[in-house]
């Protein structure tokens, strides 16, 4: 049967494996990943396009602030039907889903893992904290890459002027555009520190295990020296 120490250090890690894994989940269900406000320029008006977007579904609103011109009214629709023209943005957006769906997967091995320690002493090494570390830190990579590839496409590839301008019938010209970035994005942070917590709370667990083996193997050390002295 595991120690006191194993069982409530590999229930914590257990604890915030499964964390990891509702946020990861939290952050594919849901879609404020960002707000985009797309400055536009019409022939005698001028105003805004809102674009609030995340992996699936988005949503378009368009107001005009300077000039006489029509708003047009908020309206819902999906990422990638509006991504079938432009294949490098539609491409990295399957790999951001792609990642977090491998991390989704790592992250519920690594609950699998810390919940076996739990209740055993597993005899095979990777099911043991190695094993723990192993999917903590692709997930953790997975996520990672994840959020570095979603605002490269946003800032780099200029996702939210594209969706403006394939979404608008009009001949109005865009611009500068503006993003902030919402909680289903800052969410896999979150993520980020239960798995560094993770890797934590088993390191804890093995180095006061290798502190105690080491204490117990002192008296044996000091008697040997005390008979060859006698």
Known sequence: MPSLLKTLSF???????????AVICTCLGTQEWVTSSVHFKGANYSGYAYIRYGLFQARHEK???EGVGLDQQPANFQVFEKLTGNDAQKIIHILIILFLVS???????????????IVSNPYLT?????????????????????????ASNTELNGMPKYLA???DNSDDKYFETRNTYGYSYWLLLLSLFLNIGTIGVIYYYQHARYSKQKEQERPLENASKDVILF
Request: charged share 5%; proline share 2%; net charge neutral.
């Open 165 to 167: 301008e394939i979404i």
């Open 63 to 65: 107001k005009v602030t």
């Open 11 to 21: 229930t914590s890690g257990f604890v915030l494996s499964i964390g990891s894994f």
């Open 126 to 150: 990777y099911l043991g904290p190695i094993g723990v570390y192993i999917w903590t830190s692709i997930n953790g990579i997975c996520i990672l890459l994840a959020m570095i590839l979603f």
């Open 103 to 117: 991390g989704l997967l790592f992250s519920f091995m690594g609950s699998v893992t810390t919940c076996l320690n």
